[in-house]
């Protein structure tokens, strides 16, 4: 099984050359520490930065620059901070080319639940449904089961809703799959993982075309 830094390698994989992206809160952040050197991004975060850096070095943090998770971060040559406003016109205007967030819950048609859980006390939904309305290009980064091993990958969300039928791909700590109309589409196993273990992880119809190839990080 992968953690989240291996989790965060294997979307890195996913960034291209000349995308905005916006990086959601927790393990989402860890994407711009691993995207290749010899490509260009601009990450977005929405309290108001864009072109954000990989986390600072222990000791050269500087606590006015921060994302949204209120996480110390550097910035990259030509980076620029703006305010809310500008930023969800960003977000709104669909000029981000890729969004990476992370999920309480997934289910099997890209429902995403990922903003509150009943009974728990929660500052605010933040922009996550401002992101999933507007992203074409929605990717969940999370774990496969919660701690008691029960499913996250479901027919359908139990949680409150954040967006309806938007996530079009998850890499959790056993596989890549993607959203499609027959179900959760097996991509790639975690190095070590089986499809056996995949499916009894997975409440959500799972969809197995072939062999499977193990992700390379």
């Known amino acids: ?112 639940a990922n903003w509150k859980i009943p009974g728990k006390m929660v500052k605010g939904m933040g922009g996550a449904m401002d992101l999933v309305a507007s992203a074409e290009n929605i990717i969940v980064a999370m774990m496969h089961t919660n701690r008691d091993g029960e499913p996250k990958l479901l027919k359908n969300c139990t949680l409150p809703l954040t967006g309806v039928g938007c996530v079009k791909k998850i890499v959790t700590n056993l596989a890549v799959l993607a959203i499609t109309p027959d179900g959760f589409e097996l991509l790639e196993r975690a190095p070590g993982v089986s499809i056996t273990d995949i499916q009894k992880a997975t409440e959500g119809h799972l969809v197995v075309k072939g062999d499977v190839p193990e992700m390379r990080i």
Do not use: C, W
């Not at 905005?20 to 995207?35: D, E, K, Q, R």
């Not at 910035?75 to 999920?103: Q, Y």
């Open 1 to 112: 099984m992968l953690d989240k830094t291996g989790i965060a390698k294997r979307i890195a994989q996913e960034v291209k050359d000349g995308f905005y992206v916006n990086l959601g809160i927790g393990i989402p952040t860890l994407v711009a520490n691993y995207v290749r050197n010899d490509i260009s991004v601009e990450f977005q975060s929405e309290n108001g930065v864009l072109g954000m850096g990989p986390f600072p070095i222990e000791g050269e943090e500087d606590a006015d620059i921060i994302n949204a998770g209120k996480q110390t971060i550097t910035t990259l040559p030509g980076a620029s901070f703006f305010d809310s406003v500008t930023s969800f016109g960003m977000i709104r205007g669909k000029h981000v080319d890729l969004t990476i967030l992370g999920a309480m819950e997934v289910a099997e048609n890209g429902d995403i």
